[in-house]
């Protein structure tokens, strides 16, 4: 392969070739990254399409931001990236109120105070399926394929092959890899190195990282369309609860270039997901459109309502730097929780990780 110059990368004397386990904002940006810097690079993803936790979930009535809502734009090099894509990022706006439920429990509108929010559209997946397209394709994606072991090549000891298994329980092996990028939240990294017997000393840096679980709840409200209905519930379009059940909501139907259908994203506390984590969907979705009513006033019966369970949702307690790389074994690991738990930190310890390896 020969080297490539790009605006953004210098080329590299020999291109390596290497494996991104991970196709979420850390694992797409490192990969990005080291492609405009002249290497050759395979992404592998268990989900059916791009972004991780900035998902977004496609439904009749419109879609809904199941994980991560919104991002915040601090870190230059992430505001210089998002340059490239200006069509893909707008402002939200969410109304500044104090809601006091029925019950007495408070619901506080979150609005930054210096801050923007800001959201891809048309839904926040959007923006890291773009910058995966060149890598897609040069053919460099594997999508629905799980990565379940890392082991040296078969035919160079010097390079690592890595054995997967696909949706219907076929089994494959990709070889010939110079470097491994794990991007994956810390637990599942953990288990991957342990299962494969690498880097106990990483394995054991990564037990301090404490990420908590969400259950997430999506409600639609169609009758909210009819002509004498403007509006659903509450005047406000976002709002951080201290019900006991739930942490966040917000309306879907509020961001930019989104379905007017009236839609709801109400994420569990971190608590209340922990202790009902093994739970039945259907008995956290009942719980949870309860809490929701409590909150937000409207007894209205959803047209639509599902649960999402996040196991990995939002860093508790970060890494403290902003990725690992084993230089002996040439595995790096990258993700928000080396940093916190916003898009940015993902950004950026994808990027460094790019860096470090080039």
């Known amino acids: 392969m020969k080297s490539k110059r790009t605006p953004n990368a210098q ?13 979420g904002m850390a694992g797409i940006t490192c990969a990005r990254t080291l492609m405009q810097a002249g290497h050759h690079v395979t992404v592998f993803e268990k989900a ?3 972004g991780g936790r900035m998902a977004t979930r496609s439904t009749p009535y ?6 991560t809502q919104y991002f915040t734009v601090r870190d230059p090099r992430f505001a210089l990236a998002l340059q490239t894509a200006p069509h893909r990022v707008k402002t939200w706006s969410a109304n500044a109120v104090r809601l006091l439920d029925p019950l007495g429990r408070v619901a506080e509108v979150a609005k930054p105070s210096r801050d923007a929010h800001c959201v891809a559209i048309p839904g926040m997946n959007a923006l890291v ?3 995966a397209h060149p890598i897609a394709t040069n053919g460099g994606v594997e999508l629905e394929t799980l990565v379940t072991h890392i082991e040296r090549d078969a035919l160079n000891r010097e390079q690592w092959q890595l054995r997967t298994t696909g949706p219907d329980e076929s089994t494959h092996v990709y070889s010939g890899f110079d470097d491994v990028v794990l991007a994956l939240p810390a637990p599942q990294s953990a288990s991957l190195l342990l299962q494969s017997r690498l880097c106990e000393d990483i394995v054991a840096r990564l037990s301090q990282v404490q990420i908590a679980p969400c259950w997430t709840l999506m409600v639609a409200f169609p009758q909210a369309m009819q002509p004498d209905l403007s509006y659903l519930g509450p005047q406000w379009n976002a709002a951080r609860s201290t019900h006991h059940r739930v942490a966040w909501l917000a309306r879907e139907s509020s961001k ?13 506390s971190a608590a209340w997901s922990r202790e009902h984590l093994e739970d039945d969907a259907a008995r956290v979705q009942g719980k949870l459109e309860k809490a929701f009513s409590e909150i937000t006033g409207i007894r209205a019966q959803p047209g639509y309502s599902k649960v999402h369970r996040w196991r990995y949702a ?19 690991l990258c993700g928000d929780w080396c940093l916190g738990h916003r898009v940015e930190n993902a950004f950026v310890s994808g990027l460094d990780l790019a860096l470090t390896m080039c």
Do not use: M
């Open 11 to 23: 080329p590299v004397a020999t291109p390596r070739h290497v494996a991104v386990v991970g196709a």
């Open 62 to 67: 419109g879609s809904f931001d199941h994980g």
């Open 48 to 50: 059916r399409g791009f």
């Open 256 to 268: 930019p270039a989104r379905d007017s259908i009236e839609r709801w994203t109400v994420q569990a």
């Open 314 to 332: 939002q860093t508790e307690t970060p890494l403290g730097q902003s990725h690992l790389w084993d230089g002996k074994t040439r595995i790096g």
């Open 129 to 131: 399926r773009d910058w």
